[in-house]
């Protein structure tokens, strides 16, 4: 990949028409409030009312661009050219062209004046990175930012640059749900519906064909716990149904001993018994050598009656059933028991090795799109350290 200061293949041209220090010779900087204009108090829906409508899209804070549909026109924000949302919670940031409701607190909206242009914003904000404050409120965070004006057509520039990059992104993140599609498709040929079973498998509860198991949260409060460590640590939030090849974090030898925290092996089968949002139920497997927290079951599957990535994809496929399981006041929560009572089919082993090839060749279609989406991305974030840096 080429060194992004070049200015070559993306933005080529750009450095020697504007100078050595990339495209900041001669922009005007202006601090954010006076970029903006200052826009009428809108009408909030409840997040209980997202799902209550067809009509108008909602805009919340939440990653997902449209939250749900609400029915009353009165509560219609009408945009005269695209704004920025940003929420003060999440510091969640959407490009938004079209009329919309304003889903619950925290959503700011951020209508950018004439000489500025809303998807330049955009990226600039991403790329500026707003500090992370927890559940308060980050708004004031924007207040502290200068914003570069340079010329409109070479805002356009830029933003039709990262326009395309996204748009590869995309494209290759399409092509993994596809693969994933497919993965569904062949279960569901070969085996039917775990829900149904109506090929009339043989059906064992997990507990009868693996070993289940859990980890523990070591010590915060003990730094060299954390400190160099050289054992991965796997948290809830880490098994969102992909293979787990890495971590965020590593624990010590030290942690691990005085915790507890067990050592998984290779082609142990993670689910989530808790956490935020779609957390819970979710599978990942090991690829690697691992401990986990307590909100993440262990799944050793027995080799002799069950193939781990059968089982996987299994799993996989139960999601909402297994969600459903979960018990609890305010956030229900699987635990070890209910994991271990969820009821499995069990075809010929030969079949579901089968089946498991199948998966093999089709992951190694996966990681090479994957690999091409971490170099998208990496292309992005040094186009955009080159424009704004």
């Known amino acids: 990949m080429q060194d992004a200061g070049e200015g070559r293949g993306f933005g080529e041209g750009y ?14 900087y202006k601090s954010f409030e006076t970029c903006i204009n200052k ?6 829906v409840k997040t209980s009312e997202y799902s209550s409508g067809t009509k108008y899209p909602i805009i919340s804070q939440e990653d997902k661009l449209i939250s749900g549909y609400y029915d009353d026109e009165s509560y219609v924000f009408h945009i005269d050219s695209p704004v920025v949302i940003f929420g003060d919670h999440t510091r969640v940031l959407k490009y938004i062209d079209f009329d919309f409701v304003v889903g619950a607190d925290g959503v700011k909206i ?3 004046q004439k000489d500025l242009n809303a998807k330049f914003l955009l ?10 404050l927890g559940y308060s409120r980050h708004y004031k ?17 830029i933003v039709s640059e990262l326009d395309k990059i996204n748009e590869l992104i995309r494209l290759k993140k399409e092509q993994l749900k596809d693969f994933d599609n497919l993965a569904q498709s062949l279960f569901y040929e070969m085996f039917g519906d775990p829900a149904e079973n109506e090929k009339g498998w043989e059906v064992k509860k997990l507990g009868d064909i693996s070993s289940i198991g859990t980890g523990s949260t070591p010590n915060r409060k003990n730094k060299d716990f954390y400190k160099n460590g050289t054992y991965p640590w796997v948290k809830s939030t880490e098994v969102c149904n992909l293979p787990i090849y890495s971590v965020e974090e590593y624990i010590t030898e030290e942690a691990l001993k005085n915790s507890n925290c067990t050592l998984y092996p290779p082609n142990t089968i993670l689910m989530a018994m808790y956490g935020q949002g779609k957390t819970r139920g979710q599978i990942g497997l090991l690829k690697i050598e691992a401990c986990t927290n307590q909100a993440v079951a262990a799944i050793m599957p027995t080799k002799e009656v069950v193939d781990e990535i059968f089982l996987s994809q299994h799993l996989m496929l139960m999601y ?6 979960a018990r609890g006041g305010n956030q229900a929560n699987l635990n070890l028991s209910i994991v271990k009572s969820i009821q499995i089919f069990l075809p010929p082993l030969s079949l579901q090795r089968l089946f498991a ?14 690999k091409s989406i971490q170099d998208l991305e990496t292309l992005l974030a040094s186009r955009m350290q080159y424009w704004f840096e």
């Open 15 to 28: 450095g020697e028409e504007f100078g050595g220090d990339g495209m900041r010779k001669g922009w005007e």
């Open 39 to 44: 826009l009428p108090k809108a009408k909030q």
């Open 110 to 112: 951020i209508s950018p």
């Open 123 to 132: 990226y600039y904000l991403q790329w500026y990175k707003i500090p992370n």
């Open 141 to 157: 965070l924007l207040r502290e930012i200068k914003i570069p004006l340079p010329p409109q057509s070479t805002q356009l520039a």
């Open 320 to 325: 909402e059933h297994i969600r459903n399981m």
């Open 357 to 370: 090839q199948r998966i093999e060749q089709i992951e190694r279609e996966k990681s090479e799109v994957q």
